[in-house]
């Protein structure tokens, strides 16, 4: 079987920005960032663009972590993504998990939500349309 | 502490949004504005890449440009650096941004109501007839007290007769 943490392998922007591997929640990986001066917007408060990323960042391991477990290894392209927001974001860590609402041969239908300290709470949502293209061999 | 008074400048308003915050992490800069809408540009930047093999800027950083451009387009139309927050963003990819490329996204401001605010725009790399995504957003307006609600109406007369192309 595939090592799990390679699906969590954060690219640079990821890193970048300082979002990390929180664990696993049921079997899919949850994501954190600290609140920082990189993904602050208005004083004390996550920045939208921040916390898309976040929620993007979910979505994509999600993804990689169910089609590692498939043993299937296309190369992802986005199609779309529409983020709801539905609280500030304090001065907080976030945290973000993705769903996988449809996975089917070429498309997959991504459902991420982003909370801070009350899980029952989120600060936003996301759905994510992400097309999965046939690896070259 | 604001001048109430005075006009919102995006230009020079830009000089303090890219300085600070998420916006200053990623290098965002002012590049042109009009009556309603604004022009920021992302460098090219090897630390935000979206995947290891490919010298590509991650999808990430567009959503960020984009919802800051929405901002500034919204208080550029309003003319008024009044509260907002952003509700609902969608973002459409058309194709990832060429190699090493700066993205320039441009976003219009095309109603205000007394609360919301509708936005739509394009990022591209160069050509804004090839666009590496669309977007399409709402913003609300936050009312802090009963003066300040006086404002989106105000700026909503004024964006109406500032589109109007007469």
């Known amino acids: 079987m595939s090592d799990p943490k390679s699906a969590i392998a954060l690219p640079a922007y990821a890193r970048s920005l300082g979002i990390k591997l929180h664990g696993f929640e049921g079997d899919l990986p949850v994501l954190t960032v600290e609140f920082g001066p990189s993904v602050e917007g208005r004083p004390q408060h996550f920045h939208g663009g921040a916390t898309s990323g976040l929620l993007e960042n979910a979505g994509y391991a999600a993804l990689r972590t169910v089609l590692i477990r498939e043993n299937r290894h296309p190369r992802l392209k986005p199609v779309n993504i529409t983020v709801q927001f539905l609280a500030a974001g304090k001065s907080i860590p976030s945290f973000a998990q993705g769903r996988i609402t449809r996975l089917g041969r070429r498309n997959a239908n991504i459902t991420v939500e982003a909370w801070q300290d009350d899980r029952d709470r989120p600060i936003a949502t996301a759905i994510m349309n992400i097309l999965m293209a046939d690896e070259p061999e | ?166």
């Open chain 2, 1 to 166: 502490m604001t001048k109430e008074t005075a006009k919102f400048d995006p230009a020079q308003a830009a000089t303090f949004f890219t300085r600070h915050g998420h916006s200053g992490w990623l290098d965002l800069a002012y590049r042109d504005n009009g009556e309603n809408w604004v022009e920021l540009e992302l460098p090219w930047r090897e630390d935000l890449l979206g995947e290891e093999d490919r010298q590509v800027l991650a999808s990430g950083p567009i959503i960020s440009l984009m919802d800051m451009a929405s901002g500034m387009a919204i208080w550029t139309t309003m003319g008024d650096f009044t509260p907002i927050a952003t509700l609902d963003l969608r973002v459409d990819y058309q194709r990832p941004a060429r190699e090493r490329a700066a993205v320039i996204g441009r976003v219009e401001c095309y109603r205000t109501t007394r609360s919301a605010a509708f936005v739509r725009g394009v990022a591209h790399d160069g050509d804004p007839d090839d666009p590496v995504a669309h977007i399409a957003g709402v913003f609300m307006t936050i009312q802090r007290d009963s003066r300040k609600g006086k404002v989106p109406v105000t700026a909503a007369s004024g964006s109406e007769a500032g589109t109007g192309d007469e």
